[in-house]
């Protein structure tokens, strides 16, 4: 992993810009009989890496959420036992 949350935050904020983009590119595109348009055929490949990148993403970053208030919580168990 080696992420911290601020670099997720950054690298999905990033995601996000691109999968507006691949949708804005797909409505405004009149490609409806065009489907095989290699611009078209592309955007669309895109738009599903980038989708694939936002969910690998957003679950790295409710695990280290997760693992930093399971430390939190450890460690007040452990200043409240001294």
């Known amino acids: ?3 911290n949350l601020q670099e997720i935050d950054t ?3 990033g995601l996000y810009y691109r ?3 691949c949708h804005s590119f797909l409505e405004n ?3 409806k009989g065009n489907e095989k348009d290699e611009d078209v055929v592309n955007e669309k490949a895109t738009l599903e890496q ?3 990148l936002i969910k ?3 679950e790295m970053k409710v695990h280290l ?3 930093q208030s399971n430390m939190a919580e450890t460690n007040e ?3 409240d036992v001294t």
Do not use: H, M, R
């Open 65 to 67: 959420e997760e693992c």
């Open 77 to 79: 168990e452990t200043n």
């Open 56 to 58: 690998y993403f957003e």
């Open 19 to 21: 999968e507006d983009q």
């Open 29 to 31: 595109w009149d490609y």
């Open 50 to 52: 980038t989708l694939s």
């Open 11 to 13: 690298i999905l904020d």
């Open 1 to 3: 992993e080696g992420f």
